[in-house]
Every structure is written in structure tokens, then in C-alpha cells.
């Protein structure tokens, strides 16, 4: 019964390619985000939805777009990989509501080679 | 703009001794400081948080103090052990700024046996 559950865990890919990350909660959260990771461990914002409406939009290249097709997913399509895309993004979850905790998914290891 | 600086980048205690890794934060507004423990490729999980309402919390061999004045808040780790080994990191909620959560940059902790 994972709480935050993103697929896939492992993503190897060549430059150029287009590939998705999905994201499912099953907390009954009302805001979902992702975060991207780099070799260096910094945990950088990306995106939040809060009841399927995008609220924060850091500075990411359009290359990036997530999708949230409901409370209980936010997905995140990326178009035309490049290098710098290599990084472990984590997806993660809470009730703004009420000031929760915020959970983590797995993460998803990407490589762009 | 928002943000969470997080020192040192890098702790080794001997076992037994303690940690204290230490966070400021930009925004005055902020209410909500978590701590995550990052083990070698896990997920970040929730070890400690503490709200603005309180100066301290603890829990077993871990504690959080709050400075809301200096906008400091600090992690204290006790009798350290092995397992304790991790990156550390803390974060502010940006109350202005859409509930953006914005993480400190991480510290890795050594114990050294």
C-alpha cells in the first residue's frame, strides 16, 4: 500500500527522445508536486497542483509539462531529452488544507545519455 | 526571493557524540519547518517538523529548535549511530508564495565508528 507511487523507477533514454514519469497518491492529498534532484542532492521545486490546477511553475523549460488528470495524479512529460535532463525527480504529495506533511515518491532515476 | 540556507554541507561526528545541523530561512511568514532524512537511494522521509507555534520538539534522540526572531531553526541529533548516517535535509513552507515548500541544500552526515 505505497502512499506516493511513481513510475517508472529506472529510465534510460538517448537525447531527443520524449518520455513520461506517472504519479499516483492514494492519501486523499489535495496538492501534488515534482521535484528534481541533481548529482549534487539539491532538491529542486518543478511544478505543484493543488485539485488539479497548476498553482507553482518554477523556471523549467517548456520541454516539461505536467499533466494532472485528477487530485490522485500528476504525471510529467518531458519532450526532446537532453543531457541535463539526468537527474532523479520525485514526485511527492500533502494536504495543503490543512498544512500536512509532505510525502515522497520512490523517484525516478533518469539517464540521457 | 524565498529562500533556505543549510549549513554545514557536511557533518562526521564520532558515534555516540552529537549533530546539530543548522537552517535560516527568508520568509517571516513562514509557519511549517520540516527535517527529511535522505538514505543512499531512498526517497526523502519525514523524520521532524515543527510549526511556528512551538520553540522545540523532540523525539527520542532527535530535536528541532525554533527561533522565529533570528528565523533560525536547527537539528539536534543525540547519541549517534551508524544508522544515523544520511543526508539531512530541512525546509521552510513559503507562505506567500503558494505554500512553496523550498528545501535547504542538504547536509551529509558521517558517523564515524
Known amino acids: 500500500d505505497t502512499a506516493v507511487s511513481q513510475t517508472p523507477k529506472y529510465l534510460v533514454t538517448q537525447m531527443g527522445n520524449d518520455k513520461s514519469i506517472k504519479c499516483e497518491q492514494n492519501?486523499?492529498?489535495?496538492?501534488m508536486y515534482w521535484y528534481k534532484q541533481d548529482s549534487k542532492k539539491f532538491l529542486k521545486i518543478m511544478f505543484s497542483y493543488n485539485n488539479k490546477e497548476l498553482i507553482i511553475n518554477e523556471t523549467v523549460p517548456n520541454r516539461f509539462s505536467p499533466k494532472s488528470p485528477d487530485k490522485a495524479h500528476l504525471n510529467l512529460h518531458i519532450n526532446s531529452l537532453e543531457l541535463g535532463d539526468s537527474a532523479v525527480y520525485f514526485c511527492a504529495s500533502r494536504h495543503r488544507g490543512t498544512n500536512e506533511k509532505l510525502f515522497f515518491g520512490s523517484g525516478t532515476q533518469l539517464s540521457v545519455l | 526571493g524565498e529562500n533556505v540556507e543549510q549549513h554545514p554541507s557536511t557533518l562526521s561526528v564520532q558515534e555516540g557524540d552529537s549533530a546539530v545541523i543548522k537552517c535560516t530561512y527568508s520568509?517571516?511568514?513562514?509557519?511549517?519547518f520540516p527535517w527529511y532524512k535522505q538514505e543512499l537511494g531512498k526517497r526523502p522521509q519525514l523524520i521532524i517538523d515543527i510549526r511556528s507555534n512551538v520553540g522545540e520538539k523532540k523525539d527520542q534522540r532527535i530535536a528541532v529548535t525554533l527561533n522565529k526572531t533570528a528565523k533560525h531553526f536547527s537539528l539536534h541529533i543525540t547519541e549517534t549511530q551508524p544508522e544515523d548516517s544520511a543526508v539531512y535535509f530541512c525546509?521552510?513552507?513559503?507562505?506567500?508564495?503558494?505554500?512553496?515548500?523550498?528545501f535547504g541544500k542538504g547536509t551529509r552526515l558521517h558517523i564515524l565508528p
Open positions: 525546509a521552510a513552507i513559503f507562505m506567500n508564495r503558494d505554500d512553496k515548500i523550498i
Open positions: 520568509d517571516s511568514a513562514s509557519n511549517y
Open positions: 492519501l486523499g492529498h489535495d496538492t
